[in-house]
Every structure is written in structure tokens, then in C-alpha cells.
């Protein structure tokens, strides 16, 4: 019903800004809430950052709060992760989610989401 597919990826030196592209298609895109997790090797999916339908409301990790912002154009039926002052920790695969739920809130939860993008691998260099 709906496909995600992340992009923007990359290597980027610590210290540095990288931004995150999901292209979202399906049907009521607009009424998902909208977020990215991540995995590091060797550890579980976390939570990053999320935004409701309407794109006022946002939420971040402690991890990545003052550094990464998220947000969304429904015109374009996109949702995107700006990475500032990027870090080794920050090393990981992003993904990105869609949740539906009757008024588009913010959900941390990650058995909450829908439907999930392949991922994109970003490599933050020491």
C-alpha cells in the first residue's frame, strides 16, 4: 500500500552535515506519521526522529536532538533527515517509516510502523 524508498546516503567526515531523502508512494501518504530509525552493526534498531501527518508536530532521540532535523513536503509526498555535526555514532543504516493511526500522531515505537523503506547507509569517517 505504501513504498518507501530512502536515499542520500553516503561517507561524510565527522563534523559534517549529510541529508536524508525518503520518496514516498501509496495511497494517504499524507495522513502517516513519518520517521527514521536506525541500526548500527551488532545492534538493535533505534529510534531517531519522527513527524506527524501534518508535519507540526516532531520528536527526537536524546542521541541525535540539537543535530538532525526532520521534516516533510506533502506536495512531494517526501520526508527528510538533515544530519548536522555528524559523528562516528552515528554510523548506521537509516530507515525509513510509515505509521498510520487515527490522527497522524507521533510514534516512537517501532512495532507501531507500517511500513519500512530498504534503508541507506551512512558512514560517518573518524
Known amino acids: 500500500q505504501v513504498q518507501l524508498v530512502e536515499s542520500g546516503g553516503g561517507l561524510v567526515q565527522a563534523g559534517g552535515s549529510l541529508g536524508l531523502s525518503c520518496a514516498a508512494s501509496?495511497?494517504?501518504?499524507?495522513?502517516?506519521?513519518m520517521a527514521w530509525f536506525r541500526q548500527a552493526p551488532g545492534k538493535e534498531r533505534e529510534f531517531v526522529a519522527a513527524i506527524n501527518s501534518g508535519g507540526g508536530s516532531r520528536y527526537y532521540a536524546d542521541s541525535v536532538k540539537g543535530r538532525f532535523t526532520i521534516s516533510r513536503d506533502s506536495a512531494k509526498n517526501t520526508v527528510y533527515l538533515q544530519m548536522n555535526s555528524l559523528n562516528a555514532e552515528d554510523t548506521a543504516v537509516y530507515y525509513c517509516?510509515?505509521?498510520?493511526?487515527?490522527?497522524?500522531?507521533?510514534?516512537?515505537?517501532?512495532?507501531?510502523?507500517?511500513?519500512w523503506g530498504q534503508g541507506t547507509q551512512v558512514t560517518v569517517s573518524s
Open positions: 501509496g495511497r494517504a501518504v499524507s495522513r502517516y506519521a
Open positions: 517509516a510509515a505509521a498510520l493511526n487515527p490522527l497522524g500522531a507521533v510514534v516512537i515505537r517501532r512495532s507501531a510502523y507500517d511500513y
